[in-house]
Every structure is written in C-alpha cells, then in structure tokens.
C-alpha cells in the first residue's frame, strides 16, 4: 500500500505548542486495518453523521463461551466482491438499538476491535450489521474518531491506496508480443 504523510491541521506560522496539539488529517473515505479481526485492508466510509462504527457483517451465531457472549461471524471486506472471506469470533460487549439511515431501528451486536490509520491503532466499537446492499462494508462514525482526527470532507486516501493487480488489456499484450519479436 503507498502511504502518503497526512497533514496535519496547522500551518507554520504556529508555535510550537500549537503544533504538538494539531490533529492528522484524514479524508471521507479511507483504507483502514482491522488487526484483531484478521482484516488487512477494508474500505471505510469515514461518517460525520452516523453516531456508531458499524461493520458488515454476515452468518452471525452468537454462542457462549466461558459464561459470556460470543459472536462468530464472516465478512467480505472488498465492495462488491464475494470472493475473499474473513471468518471472525469475537466477544460481544452489549446488545445495542441502532437506527439505519433508512429509520429502522434493530438490535444489534457490539464487539470492540482494534483499528489501524495513519500509524495510529485504538480501539472502536463496531456494530455488527448487514451492508450488503451499501456502498461500503464499513463505517467509521464520529465517536471513533472524535479527538483524534480531522476530516476532510473534500478528499480521500489520506492513508494511501492499496496496490491493484491490474489485467492487462488486449492491446497491451499485443504491444507486448510485437516488441519482443523486434
């Protein structure tokens, strides 16, 4: 993944002091690392308006293991593709009412899990939620990054973007066998 350096909410004019206390700058959409649960890269719609980070999440069992709540659940963290699964188990820490952007309100499981951004790691509490039929597997809500970032409403990729295997196309491949018969 290229990494760019995030800037951070100052200029040089500040002193000193003023720097130490700016925060990192990170866009409207970002790719983030889920250690704890396995997940190296998912996209994530970084959400001024939503309260809660919610996560997609699917073939939820909630079981118990040593007296307390459990969840075993899979995920799909590219958009729109099926093909890479991730199976997770973690702990759950309540049972929480959340409403969708769409008003419904349904209870779902909450778990807490590491997230990595910038260099940064701490802990965020998810919702576990189907996002099947959204444009991005994860949400990252305003309690999550409260205090230690700032948001760019206008950018994206902060963090950098992952390195896509790219096909290659027909005409490239002939450019390709003309050449190496020369």
């Known amino acids: 993944m290229r990494m760019k350096k995030s800037k951070s909410?100052?200029?040089?004019?500040?002193?000193?002091?003023?720097?130490?206390?700016?925060?990192?700058?990170?866009?409207?959409?970002?790719?983030?690392?889920?250690?704890d649960l396995g997940i190296k890269m998912i996209k994530v719609k970084v959400d001024t308006g939503a309260r809660s980070s919610s996560l997609h999440a699917f073939n939820q069992r909630i079981f118990e293991r040593d007296g307390e709540k459990w969840v075993r659940f899979e995920v799909h963290p590219v958009q729109r593709k099926c093909d890479e699964t991730v199976e997770v188990e973690a702990k759950v820490v309540e049972f929480r009412s959340v409403r969708s952007s769409s008003g419904r309100s349904a209870m779902r499981p909450v778990i807490i899990?590491?997230?990595?951004?910038?260099?940064?790691?701490?802990?965020?509490?998810?919702?576990?939620?189907?996002?099947?039929?959204?444009?991005?597997?994860?949400?990252?809500?305003?309690?999550?990054?409260?205090?230690?970032?700032?948001?760019?409403?206008?950018?994206?990729?902060?963090?950098?973007?992952?390195?896509?295997?790219?096909?290659?196309?027909?005409k490239r491949k002939l450019k390709s066998k003309k050449q190496e018969k020369k």
């Open 9 to 35: 909410f100052c200029d040089e004019k500040h002193t000193m002091e003023h720097r130490k206390s700016c925060l990192p700058v990170i866009g409207w959409r970002e790719w983030i690392e889920l250690p």
């Open 113 to 170: 899990a590491n997230v990595m951004l910038l260099g940064i790691t701490w802990p965020v509490e998810l919702t576990l939620a189907r996002r099947d039929e959204m444009g991005f597997r994860m949400l990252l809500g305003r309690q999550a990054f409260r205090g230690r970032f700032l948001v760019n409403a206008g950018k994206s990729y902060y963090n950098g973007r992952p390195d896509r295997k790219r096909k290659k196309s027909t």
